[in-house]
Nanobody, 122 residues
Framework: QVHLVESGGGLVQAGGSLRLSCVAS????????MRWYRQAPGKERELVAS????????IYADSVKGRFTISRDNAKDTVYLQMNSLQPGDTAVYYC???????????????WGQGTQVTVSS
């Protein structure tokens, strides 16, 4: 059994910052890519940022480039999303995603967290 648990969401004023964390736990052998997605009311889920297993390469949605930074701590099976200069348009539920392999399996699978709400007031 694998769980991804996000934390760090909340209410912040425009221009403020938040740091999201996502911890993966369970029978994990290795973690490949980790990502953050978000879904605003009435909109489809969109990719915000992605980072490879070694942490050296990250990609971002155009809407967050220069404001958000994704990072990971492989020793802690944790991915972070530092969000600066937040705007009301960033309001959404933020979801953590990981592609990982569990012990005893030769294949990797996709896992999702339950989401954390981020609300940015103007």
């Amino acid at each position: 059994q694998v769980h991804l648990v996000e934390s760090g969401g909340g209410l912040v004023q425009a221009g403020g910052s938040l740091r999201l964390s996502c911890v993966a736990s369970g029978s994990i052998a290795s973690i490949n890519g980790m990502r953050w997605y978000r879904q605003a009311p009435g909109k489809e889920r969109e990719l915000v940022a992605s980072i490879v297993s070694g942490g050296g390469i990250a990609i971002y949605a155009d809407s967050v480039k220069g404001r958000f930074t994704i990072s990971r701590d492989n020793a802690k099976d944790t991915v972070y999303l530092q969000m600066n200069s937040l705007q009301p348009g960033d309001t959404a539920v933020y979801y953590c995603y990981a592609n990982l392999r569990t012990w005893g399996s030769s294949l990797s699978s996709d896992y999702w967290g339950q989401g954390t709400q981020v609300t940015v007031s103007s």
